[in-house]
């Protein structure tokens, strides 16, 4: 059996750690590593049997997970220190919004760069408020700078300066020249409040944010841990409310990402087990393709299906932008490499 | 992948994947001394790959992946994959290992008490722990010295000493040949030549060591000692740490105990003679 398919099997608990070879777990801990899910593995099989030195190396990874999580709740700290005195609102997004509101995804997950949703009203006085309070700008390309401010949903990325870590700031949460336009407005009006204060989106609309930023906006590079996320967020909600699945089916509709979403949900079933309602269950012959791309990994942890990969790359500028706007966008890269 | 190894270095387990035969055959001879448990899982990936697959045969050049890369960073002709091979082992140790705080510093130990230095690249560090290893030294480790955040205590990490250009003729006058690896002559970071630690150095590489000295060599220059305040050490060694910052509480923790328990010096020496006699008066004064 190959690494990446036992990693999935022990992450779905379709099979006992302690039944695996020594050697298996060279694999399947180069595998993780090359997921950014080793401290989630770590965290899946705290408690487990596990070799003495995959115990403690596990041990490790779970504890520099909490020092970064925590890092970034600090980050998010900072950012609301200089937005709040402006009176400019702001959702936390992905990563730090599952730590914020202590959700099970959240255990050993990697929160890479800040990510935040402002009204677009508010994206100029919030950048001014960043760049006051010690964030600059990272790209220095006058094209880049422009491209993300024609057409991203997002500003271009900042840094700060002493901290040095970044923040992206949202306006919504696909391109501006995507082909589906969620309701922006809709995603900040109705967010709400997590346990750690920060408002968040809420659980149908993260969700919905989930399953877009894995399978509408990118190329499904880091799927695994997008639809692992997916599977426990959507597990949790449905515990907690009877009537979520419909929810979120009312809010995908609302933003246009009905496909998306119900795409996630057969995913989460056949990768990791997810038990979904009725209605949530049709077959989908293109799934195949989406589950080959998320395990394309050999037991080195190099991605074995180049063209696959290649594919998929191609198919998210497809859906992120009009074909000629492409080809101009195409063109102006490859004449500045 | 078609060729590999698994090497242990310190508490660190590698996997080494190549592919091609002869970086891991030298790796082989370098490490045939080091321990050996083939039941444990790898707790580090390192590979070495042509990034494209006639690049194995034509112009062979050396990628270094595994689980963590440098983007862009340029491959090593064929000649030099033992240097890339190096190069991949303290990548993964650099951005990967969390159990302990990481200083990029050599290290050497008397009865249990350890000698660290640290000094950026050519200040003599590891040519001076090489030729101090060679004496009635235990050699911990020529690249990076781990600090326990829970105990305090230095470990070694005693991977195979990477002598560059003067320190090689200076060292191989004093060692039996068959210690030492192939000369790779003109690599970016100048003539290099692998020393294999020990066996003595090599057995004890889990026997952590007590902080006892901290030194900030420079080469070059006349012979002097200064001592050096917690603050500036505290600082040097903050840019000296590869993981002090994902480290957090436990790794400040470290750090402050480290320098508020162990006096610092910097150090200007000549040459390695004189180096190694002021280390010598060091230790004699601060280990009584």
Same mark, same amino acid.
Request: glycine share 10%; net charge negative; charged share 20%.
């Given at each position: 059996m190959s690494a990446v398919q036992t990693f999935v099997d022990l992450l779905a608990g379709r099979r006992e750690a302690a039944a695996l070879a020594p050697r298996e777990w060279d694999g399947v801990i180069g595998v993780a590593r090359s997921e950014a899910m080793l401290p989630t593995l770590a965290h899946r099989?705290?408690? #487990?049997? %596990?070799?003495?030195?995959?115990?403690?190396?596990?041990?490790?990874?779970?504890?520099?997970?909490?020092?970064?999580?925590?890092q970034a709740l600090w980050e998010a700290e900072m950012a609301r220190r200089a937005l709040a005195p402006l009176g400019i609102e702001f959702v936390l997004l992905?990563?730090?919004?599952?730590?914020?509101?202590?959700?099970?995804?959240?255990?050993?997950?990697?929160?890479?760069?800040?990510?935040?949703?402002?009204?677009a009203s508010d994206i100029r006085r919030?950048?001014?408020?960043l760049l006051n309070a010690g964030w600059e700008w990272v790209k220095s390309d006058p094209y880049d700078d422009f491209y993300y401010r024609e057409h991203m949903h997002e500003l271009p990325p900042l840094i700060h300066k002493s901290r040095d870590r970044m923040i992206d700031v949202h306006h919504t949460i696909l391109p501006r020249t995507h082909r589906i336009t969620p309701d922006a407005l809709a995603l900040v009006s109705d967010a709400v409040t997590?346990?750690?204060?920060? #408002?968040?989106?809420?659980?149908?609309?993260?969700?919905?944010?989930?399953?877009?930023?894995?399978?509408?906006?990118?190329?499904?590079?880091?799927?695994?841990?997008? %639809?692992?996320?997916?599977?426990?967020?959507? $597990?949790?909600?449905?515990?907690?409310?009877?009537?979520?699945?419909?929810?979120?089916?009312? $809010?995908? $509709?609302?933003?246009g990402l009905r496909d998306a979403v119900q795409r996630a949900a057969r995913m989460s079933r056949d990768l990791y087990g997810a038990v979904l309602p009725a209605g949530w269950n049709g077959p989908e012959t293109t799934d195949r393709w989406f589950r080959q791309r998320l395990v394309a990994r050999d037991d080195w942890g190099r991605v074995t299906r180049p063209l696959l990969e290649q594919a998929f790359y191609i198919r998210s500028h497809w859906l992120r932008m009009p074909p000629t706007m492409l080809a101009q966008h195409l063109w102006t890269k490859w004449r500045k490499r | 992948m078609r060729h590999n190894i698994r090497i242990a270095v310190g508490p660190v387990q590698f996997r080494i994947g190549s592919d091609w035969a002869e970086p891991i055959s030298a790796l082989e001879q370098l490490y045939a001394g080091y321990p050996q448990d083939d039941a444990r899982p790898a707790d580090a990936t390192v590979r070495l790959f042509a990034a494209r697959p006639w690049r194995r045969w034509v112009r062979p050049s050396v990628h270094i992946g595994g689980d963590f890369v440098v983007p862009d960073a340029l491959p090593l002709p064929l000649s030099m994959g033992?240097?890339?091979?190096?190069?991949?082992?303290?990548?993964?140790?650099?951005?990967?290992?969390?159990?302990?705080?990481?200083?990029?510093?050599?290290?050497?130990?008397?009865?249990?008490?350890?000698?660290?230095?640290?000094?950026?690249?050519?200040?003599?560090?590891?040519?001076?722990?090489?030729?101090?290893?060679?004496?009635?030294?235990?050699?911990?480790?020529?690249?990076?010295?781990?600090?326990?955040?829970?105990?305090?205590?230095?470990?070694?990490?005693p991977r195979a000493v990477s002598l560059k250009n003067e320190a090689i003729a200076a060292v191989a006058a004093q060692v039996d040949a068959a210690r030492l690896g192939p000369l790779m002559a003109g690599t970016p970071k100048g003539d290099i030549r692998h020393l294999i630690p020990r066996a003595d150095a090599i057995a004890d590489m889990h026997e952590p060591a007590r902080p006892t000295l901290l030194l900030f060599p420079r080469f070059g220059g006349a012979a002097a000692i200064e001592p050096m305040g917690e603050g500036e050490a505290f600082v040097r060694l903050t840019e000296a740490s590869t993981n002090y910052v994902a480290l957090g509480e436990a790794g400040f923790a470290a750090l402050t105990r480290l320098v508020r328990e162990t006096p610092a010096f910097g150090v200007s020496y000549p040459d390695s003679a004189t180096g190694i006699a002021l280390v010598e008066q060091l230790w004699a004064e601060v280990a009584k």
């Open positions: 099989l705290d408690g #487990a049997d %596990l070799p003495p030195t995959v115990a403690a190396l596990f041990a490790d990874q779970r504890a520099a997970a909490a020092v970064a999580q925590r992905k990563g730090a919004a599952y730590a914020a509101a202590n959700m099970a995804c959240a255990a050993g997950r990697q929160i890479g760069d800040l990510d935040i949703l402002v009204l919030a950048e001014n408020a997590s346990a750690g204060g920060f #408002a968040v989106l809420n659980p149908a609309d993260m969700t919905c944010h989930c399953a877009a930023h894995m399978l509408a906006d990118g190329d499904l590079q880091g799927g695994l841990r997008n %639809l692992w996320d997916f599977n426990l967020m959507t $597990r949790d909600f449905a515990a907690a409310d009877p009537r979520f699945w419909e929810q979120l089916d009312v $809010r995908a $509709r609302l933003h | 033992l240097l890339a091979a190096e190069m991949g082992m303290n990548l993964q140790v650099a951005l990967g290992w969390r159990r302990h705080m990481l200083l990029h510093a050599s290290a050497v130990a008397r009865d249990d008490r350890a000698l660290i230095m640290s000094g950026e690249s050519g200040s003599g560090k590891s040519t001076l722990a090489a030729l101090l290893g060679e004496g009635d030294w235990r050699l911990m480790g020529d690249e990076f010295t781990l600090i326990d955040p829970a105990s305090g205590d230095a470990l070694a990490f």
